[in-house]
């Protein structure tokens, strides 16, 4: 009987025992788990079991297979970070357009004449306003004085503005009311004005070479007028002008962004205020310069066109009249070499050299978009018609302004080795097609001038 006791007493210890072993063996468990949870919070499922498991040994092996899956996943995380980094901007582009479509295809360079300043941007001979083999009809304003024309100009600009519009002694002068009858008869909306209205942004073909000279002006509070002449033999056979906005330019889209081959010149085409001035800024810059090219000079009494005269007014006619010292007083220790290439398929691809004493001080590569819509063969690209790449602000927002990166790669690179042709490439991205395809373009017209200084 007491054998039995003692039995039963022991049977009871052991259970205890059991009980006791169990309750800590879960709760290691559960702690073990709630370290694999923290892990990964998703697996629950692992963690139930483990909670229900009693043998030390299965729990120790699948939570430590459970830490070694976590420990593979932390790990491939690690790797896809790292690979996220490193994927190319041609990778991350393609899910957005594909950068093919943004190539000329089976393009063919045009056949011209390469012998240096062969190629005349006007008619000086003709009576008529010749501008690269185009004639315009300007209404144009003759003396720094205030015509007609140009007061209602201005008061439509005030108007549109929001401010307080024309004076009434201004609006009841018979030749103010004179003159806005005719603008309203001139005034063209619609398609009928998008026709009626023409602007080139094409630079004159050909090799361009000569003595080089450059000047700026700020001017109406933050606005940036920019010249380039070149003088070759006594001859100016060049001249180009551009505008920057500042940076609190109104339509922000163009704050601190060049006017000229932007597409800012349809910006204005869209303003009520071109609907009877019917010409944009790049239509007076244009006209300034065949001016400059017919009488071959810079202090002149310029005319100015109706609807655009005061950055002309304000900006580049003084501009031109102080840089007119310094052109005509000595030669330039700067010399100019361009050149322009125009291919069949719309495009013409354009560099500029700029040497001091022998040495390359500056480059400049563009690619320049056909002025007619129907001219560009590649349908993708004919929404950037009047403008270029390296302008555009719509081509550089599709394509990240790669082309803008790749003009200052290389400029870069050119002044560093002082070659045009003969420098490394590591950092040009061509592994983007249309990049592949500007460097090859560019290598054309680099071969073409490189023995030119």
């Known amino acids: 009987m007491k054998?039995?006791?003692?039995?039963?007493?022991?049977?009871?210890?052991?259970?205890?025992?059991?009980?006791?072993?169990n309750a800590d063996t879960t709760t290691n468990i559960d702690a073990k788990a709630g370290a694999t949870a923290k892990v990964d919070t998703k697996d629950e499922a692992t963690k139930k079991v483990d909670t229900k498991v009693n043998a030390s040994n299965k729990i120790e092996t699948k939570v430590g297979n459970t830490k070694r899956e976590n420990a593979k996943t932390i790990s491939k995380k690690k790797v896809d970070a790292v690979a996220g980094a490193t994927v190319s901007q041609i990778d991350k582009w393609e899910t957005l357009i594909n950068l093919n479509d943004y190539v000329f295809k089976n393009k063919k360079a045009e056949k011209i004449n390469y012998t240096p300043n062969y190629y005349k941007y006007i008619d000086k001979d003709s009576n008529e306003i010749v501008i690269n083999g185009r004639v315009y009809d300007y209404d144009a304003s003759a003396g720094a004085s205030r015509t007609v024309a140009d007061l209602i100009n201005h008061s439509q600009s005030i108007k549109y503005d929001g401010k307080n519009g024309v004076s009434k002694d201004l609006e009841m002068d018979p030749k103010v009311k004179e003159a806005m009858e005719l603008a309203k008869k001139k005034t063209k909306k619609g398609q009928e004005k998008i026709d009626a209205m023409?602007?080139?942004?094409q630079p004159p073909k050909g090799i361009i070479v000569g003595d080089y000279y450059?000047?700026?002006?700020?001017f109406d509070g933050g606005y940036e007028a920019y010249a380039e002449v070149v003088v070759n033999n006594g001859?100016?056979?060049h001249i180009e002008l551009?505008?920057?906005?500042p940076l609190t330019y109104y339509a922000s889209e163009w704050a601190g962004e060049t006017k000229r081959r932007s597409g800012y010149g349809f910006f204005q085409a869209k303003s009520p205020r071109t609907d009877y001035t019917l010409v944009t800024l790049i239509n007076g810059m244009s006209y300034l310069e065949w001016q400059v090219l017919k009488n071959q000079k810079l202090d002149f009494e310029y005319k100015t066109l109706f609807g655009s005269s005061n950055s002309a007014r304000n900006g580049f006619i003084p501009l031109l009249k102080e840089m007119?010292?310094?052109?005509?007083?000595?030669?330039s220790n700067k010399r100019y070499v361009g050149i322009t290439q125009p291919y069949d398929s719309g495009i013409s691809t354009r560099l500029e050299v700029i040497y001091e004493n022998g040495k390359i001080v500056d480059l400049k590569y563009d690619e320049i978009f056909a002025d007619d819509k129907k001219d560009i063969k590649n349908k993708t690209l004919q929404e950037f018609y009047r403008q270029s790449k390296l302008e555009s602000i719509e081509y550089n927002r599709i394509t990240n302004?790669?082309?803008?990166?790749?003009?200052?790669?290389?400029r870069r690179e050119v002044l560093r080795s002082q070659s045009l042709t003969d420098f490394p490439t590591d950092a040009i991205k061509l592994?983007?097609?249309?990049?592949?395809?500007?460097?090859?373009n560019y290598l054309f017209v680099a071969e073409k001038i490189k023995d030119i200084k």
Do not use: C
Request: proline share 3%; aromatic share 12%.
């Open 3 to 21: 054998k039995e006791k003692n039995l039963l007493m022991l049977f009871l210890l052991l259970m205890v025992f059991s009980l006791k072993l």
């Open 198 to 201: 023409y602007w080139s942004v």
């Open 214 to 218: 450059s000047g700026q002006k700020v």
């Open 235 to 237: 001859e100016i056979v």
């Open 242 to 245: 551009n505008e920057r906005p």
């Open 324 to 331: 007119s010292k310094e052109v005509q007083g000595k030669t």
């Open 401 to 410: 302004k790669s082309f803008r990166t790749f003009v200052n790669t290389l």
């Open 431 to 440: 592994d983007m097609p249309h990049i592949k395809e500007a460097y090859e």
